[in-house]
């Protein structure tokens, strides 16, 4: 008798570790995604599928931060569980702690390009520019956000509630945005009408579309409130992978529901249209259903065939992923703004341009170079992260 518990305690322990295992590689993938597409040689000459999309419409590259986002909620409620969806002076204070310190974490990164970039310009001013030039959203402090809320909710409501709230939440932004011309790219647009209300134009991301230059920013105000929606979403997906045991039937569970968000979506962006930069309600339900599918093929893979050899490359990105993340940000700034010296023709020479330089004599296609350029750095990134694995040092924000 202690024989067969023993075997259906390490037989359970097994299972464990492999979903656990497809929500890493899911994690990976995005976040290798998310510094492949953030680092191309050059944006004057972007690989196509690796731009996103210029106001309306969806590309390869418009996925991964959603997918991300996504793979948060399923975290979070792997995180929250261990806390019995209980709120408690210690869940608070972690909750406070890991918003703060991710926001630092966003500012830091633009203090750090603000100070590098002022070495080399006698006239900029690191101080003045410090707070006066600050953007104050950004990715990180988006995750900040989500996090904070979409973990509130998680506690203060059972979670047979939450798809009422999701579904609440993405009704009330879609009718937001339909009434106060959220579609459009235009000054009348009540995301940048509020962001620039709240936070001033001198601290916003400006989008550039139709060959116009807007103050809208992409992680603004107004459109991190789907994003609360989307990570509750990947939130009720984590419960899925908790309460069903059998893997088969999670796949089935995980997949049907993920195919109904993906067909709900593409119908109802006829009315809604399916918008990154304003994050809008059919856009969440298109990329939780795509990542949903996508992570009911990950268990299939990995957990029913066992085949994981081909994801050893993203587990290095998946067990470390704001580590990862935060290190492709910092290197960027760097390799595009440490100079060593100026060519014939004026121009500094950077690590950048000496390894894009490198890529264009490669091929002749400057798309291709582009391209090339964004693979290395994804390379380079995942040397670091990989050390990091082999020797299981798991650095958590």
């Keep these: 008798m202690a024989k067969e518990k023993t075997k259906v305690k390490a037989i359970a322990k097994t299972n464990n570790s492999k979903r656990l295992l497809a929500v890493d590689i899911l994690r990976g993938i995005t976040i290798a995604g998310m510094l492949l597409v953030n680092n191309p040689g050059t944006w004057s000459h972007l690989y196509t599928p690796l731009g996103h999309a210029e106001w309306i419409g969806l590309t390869p590259t418009d996925l991964v931060f959603p997918f991300f986002m996504f793979v948060m909620g399923v975290s979070m409620y792997f995180s929250l569980r261990k806390f ?3 709120m408690s002076g210690s869940l608070m204070l972690k909750i406070v702690r890991r918003t703060v310190v991710l926001f630092l974490v ?7 390009g ?3 970039r002022g070495l080399y310009n006698p006239e900029a001013s690191f101080w003045a520019d ?4 600050l953007r104050i959203l950004g990715v990180f402090q988006r995750l900040a956000l989500v996090y904070f809320f979409g973990s509130l909710i998680a506690v203060l409501f059972r979670a047979k509630f939450i798809p009422w709230i999701i579904a609440l939440i993405l009704v009330a932004y879609a009718i937001i945005l339909g009434l106060g011309h959220g579609y459009d790219f235009s000054l009348d647009n009540i995301i940048s009408r509020i962001d620039l209300a709240v ?3 001198d601290h916003m991301y400006h989008e550039h579309a139709f060959g116009e230059r807007l103050a809208l920013d992409p992680e603004g105000i107004l459109s991190t409130l789907p994003c609360i929606a989307h990570a509750l979403i990947g939130f009720m997906m984590g419960k899925c992978l908790i309460d069903i045991r059998d893997n088969r039937e999670r796949i089935v569970q995980i997949a049907v529901w ?3 968000m993906l067909l709900v979506g593409w119908l109802l962006q006829y009315g809604i249209p399916c918008c990154k930069k304003a994050w809008t309600s059919t856009y969440v339900l298109i990329t939780c259903g795509m990542a949903s599918c996508i992570l009911a093929m990950l268990i299939y893979a990995i957990d029913v065939k066992g085949h994981n050899r081909w994801c050893r490359f993203f587990q290095s990105f998946g067990v470390n992923p704001l580590f990862c993340y935060l290190l492709g940000s910092i290197l960027a700034i760097i390799f595009g703004t440490v100079r060593f010296g100026m060519d014939a023709e004026g121009s500094p ?3 950048h341009s000496l390894i894009y330089d490198g890529c264009q004599a490669v091929t002749t296609s400057p798309e291709a170079a582009s391209a090339l350029y964004a693979v290395l750095f994804v390379l380079i990134c995942w040397v670091p992260g990989y050390f990091l694995f082999k020797k299981k040092i798991y650095i958590k924000i």
């Design 84 to 86: 019995n969806f209980s």
């Design 106 to 112: 966003g500012w830091v990164i633009q203090w750090f």
């Design 114 to 116: 603000m100070w590098l």
């Design 130 to 133: 410090m707070f006066g030039h």
């Design 199 to 201: 936070l001033g134009e």
């Design 258 to 260: 993920g195919s109904v």
């Design 349 to 351: 020479v950077t690590l």
